[in-house]
């Protein structure tokens, strides 16, 4: 029987009213099995994407080519549901049947000039099977399967040169009928390597070229999704069944959900039934099942999953209605608990509905509530959340504690293309910007708090090793992001190569310790005029001044290398109406409305002071011209003095030291 | 799926494509946006809803959705 949601979607086709309701849409999705799914995909799919934007003109939407080997119809519009349930409006482009050679291959073709988004490139076993001969030896499939590796190779490449977005390739499955057709046991097994050897052949394209991602289809196959239909693969030359290419829809939307910046951040889990069986307030801690036992291992399982999606930087919160100071004795006290109370970020055990808790913990860490992961055993609780803060994803367990792993990494929430230093460490980082919040309560006044946090700041040019975080802050950050350009290490590969580009990286830090490269400014010198193309801060280190000491230093060092203007822009979205009056806060004058971008002019008469209670460091060119200085915050001599510096100087920071020192004592 | 509306019902639900009474009898290219990709998915549909399995060869070969539900409900 089919969902409430799934009704009500049907109801919005039939009355004519999808496209209206557009942004309903996600919310009725999320409450869709995957057989509703299906059907909500084609129903989406037959919508006119304009009108939709139209209608709706937020609504992200992307251009998706899909090319492959055989009949891919299905993928379509199941890319389109996927997407939906993303709050994406998918724009699939199909190509010619078969054309993914010719497409891929030639940087001229029609796919390259489509300024496609992404391209989904979908391999099947009859790539090679195709070209077998009759009857066939185990070297025959070595020769076509080195054939075809070599073309993919060289599409790899051809992709990344031409710099067209994001290329998805698929592995290409081993299928049933094939070994099958070996009757020595030593013949199977030679196929078996061959056919594996050029699958990581094309997993290795991954590491190779940045702009590639390699899905592998076997962890999908082995969910227990049939591989092929034969009666479509031999009728409709549909080689990959309908199933599997709903799945790979599904892949699909978690990497574009993130190359979107909409990936999550923060993973909330309940306790009780959640990361341990049994209720705390009534098992106590030695009767709460945490491992060992039959349901005990499922819960270690989950707990084991925790930590390590909580290693790789995705911050951890627990909110649970229990006895505050029971739950900190069970996370503290427990023998064989794998997951500590250090583990997490925030544990809110009280009596609070728990939307209250998620909505404090997402403004205490600074980060949207449309960057958490809530998760919970209580379909209630879940209801509660998912009607309070639609925006928060939840993710509703069931009474089965060993199907919570597989529940909660259905949806890949915390995607992302590398795992960079900076994650590492910033569960630890959010920790002490709670410490941090916690230091500001004692001071009477901001600028008290700020002279005592003695906040540093590095301005420096980008390193390759610094791309993968820039890419990564360019699609994380929302709020304090001017023109928010997604770009990924490819692109931010360009940015550096490119002479007249400057991509200025910034990292800060305080008595608390290290926040990380926290900014970035892209620049762009065309002659006497320098355009701040786009200037991003990650939010962990907002209301700090370290957006005006980067501006005041950017103005500074543009005079000094010959610039006569500066131009920033300021393009609007969902999430950074906070920044909108940011260059009019620093001297620039409004210079003319494009009709999605506003632009500011400075002409450097009179430049702002850098801000006293932060020490600047500068390690950044602007068109041939390089400058090495550490200015303490403290010398607040009028910028355009310090514009003639021209040669190295360096400044000790004696006179922060001294200030800071002073005003502790 | 015992009659004729309810396989246009299904159509119209299951494809999103604005069949008809009128135009179920119509040639498959005069039915608006029809396209040959829906072919493989309205299988998949009739096949569930009927729980037996049809012939993908004939189905294919049809030409209009009228004749399809013929085959789906056997005459």
Known sequence: MASAAAHRLLDLHRDGRLAAEYPAVRGLLTEHSQPELVTAGRLLARLDPDEVLRLHPAVPSPRIAVRGHGTLAAVLPALVGELARHGILGRPMPGDFD???????????DLYASGADLTLCLLDPHVVLDELPSPWQPPDVGRVLDEKLAVLERIAATFDAAGAGTLVLTTIPLPPDLLGQLIAHRSRARVGVLWREANARLLRLADAYPSVVVLDLDPLLAEGIPLVDPRQSVYAKAHLSAELLARVAREVGHLVRHLLGRGRKCLVVDLDETVWGGVLGEDGIAGIEVADSHRGEAFRAFQRLLRQIGSQGVLLAAVSKNDSE????????????????????????????????LADLARDLNIGVDSLVFVDDSDCECGLVRHALPDVAVVRLDDEPALHVRALLRDSWFETREVTGDDLARPERYRKELARGEFLDSFSSIQDYL?????????????????????????????????????????????????????????????????????????????????????????????????????????????????????????????????????????????????????????????????????????????????????????????????????ATTVTATAATTQSGGNRA | MTTLDMFVELVRDELGLPVTRQNVGSALEDIPGWDSIHMLALLMVLERETSQRLSLPEMLDADSLQSIYEMAVGR
């Open chain 1, 99 to 109: 054309s993914y050679v010719f497409d891929l291959a030639d940087p001229g073709s």
């Open chain 1, 326 to 357: 029971q739950v900190r004795a069970a996370l503290r006290e427990h023998p064989r608990l794998t997951v500590r109370e250090e583990d997490f970020v925030r544990v809110s055990a009280n009596w609070r509905p728990k939307s209250e808790n």
């Open chain 1, 451 to 647: 002279d005592q946090l003695e906040v540093r700041v590095v301005l420096a040019g980008a390193e390759a090793r610094d791309v993968a975080r820039v890419s990564q802050l360019t699609l994380r950050t929302n709020q304090f992001n001017m023109t928010t350009c997604r770009l990924t290490p490819a692109e931010v590969e360009a940015w550096r190569d490119d002479a007249a580009g400057h991509v200025v990286t910034v990292h800060s830090g305080d008595r608390f310790g290290d926040n990380g490269l926290v900014g970035v400014l892209f620049l762009r010198r065309e002659d006497e005029v320098l355009r701040i193309e786009n200037f991003l801060l990650s939010c962990r280190v907002f209301a700090r001044g370290i957006e005006h000491a980067c501006l005041a230093a950017v103005l500074r060092r543009a005079g000094e290398a010959g610039v006569r203007e500066v131009r920033g822009f300021y393009r609007p979205s969902a999430r950074n109406g906070k920044v909108a009056d940011l260059y009019p806060a620093f001297g620039f004058l409004p210079a003319g409305d494009e009709p999605e971008v506003t632009e500011f002019r400075h002409d450097l008469a009179v430049l702002p002071a850098p801000p006293a209670h932060i020490e600047v460091s500068e390690r950044f060119e602007l068109g041939g011209v390089a400058l090495r200085a550490a200015s303490p915050a403290t010398t607040t001599a009028m910028a355009m003095a310090t514009a003639t510096t021209t040669a």
